[in-house]
């Protein structure tokens, strides 16, 4: 090989490695966290607009549990806060997803949607808001072995909603984020026909 092959297919392995390199960046955006004069943080209790009786005592009691425990901000009553969290559990899917050959409930899947919103109450106005954020867990019929009641998944829920709730909080934007509402705009062109 004369010098400039080699120097044509070193050039080449280096840009090789420097594609490969690109591939491996991971797009990560600037967390969105509270400012910092937010220290203390009152929980409106949750508003349930299902059809099932008192879903939100159970959430709200989680997630003050969730927060006091964690202990980055002081929990305090809405008249000493500095921001505000509320939110309203918008739906309760509970459906069997699985049956035997008899069509007998093997398996379900609960889903609890809430919407949430994080007010700063000295500016007087909504820092954010997830209008479909979701609990979800698929579990065995009570039935069988390692299966579970209904109420025992809710309580899973309200684990799993006050752990991801915390973290939307603190962690702020990308920590945790509801499911996109999947929409029309209401003068989006139509398909063209033919």
């Not at 549990?65 to 500095?82: H, Q, V």
């Not at 698929?138 to 109420?151: D, F, R, V």
């Not at 309200?158 to 915390?166: A, F, G, N, R, V």
Request: net charge neutral; aromatic share 8%.
């Amino acid at each position: 090989m004369n010098k400039i092959t080699k120097t044509a297919l070193s050039l080449l392995a280096l840009f090789a490695i420097g594609c490969a390199s690109d591939q491996d960046v991971i797009y990560k955006p600037q967390a969105h966290i509270l400012p910092s004069h937010i220290r203390r943080l009152a929980i409106r209790p949750f508003q349930n607009t299902t059809q099932q009786f008192a879903l939100e005592d159970k959430l709200t009691l989680k997630v003050n549990n969730r927060f006091l425990t964690d202990g980055t901000y002081k929990i305090t009553s809405e008249k000493d806060a500095d921001g505000i969290l509320t939110g309203t559990i918008s739906r309760y899917i509970h459906l069997p997803v699985a049956y035997d050959s008899n069509l007998v409930a093997m398996q379900y899947k609960l889903d609890v949607v809430v919407h949430l919103q994080f007010i700063d109450k000295a500016a007087n106005q909504v820092l954010w808001q997830e209008p479909n954020f979701v609990g979800s867990i698929a579990y065995p019929a009570a039935t069988l072995p390692g299966g579970m009641t209904e109420e025992q998944s809710r309580e899973l829920i309200w684990e799993q909603l006050s752990e991801k709730i915390l973290r939307r909080t603190i962690q702020g934007f990308g920590s945790e984020t509801g499911e996109s509402e999947r929409r029309i705009a209401p003068n989006a062109p139509s398909e063209p026909t033919q």
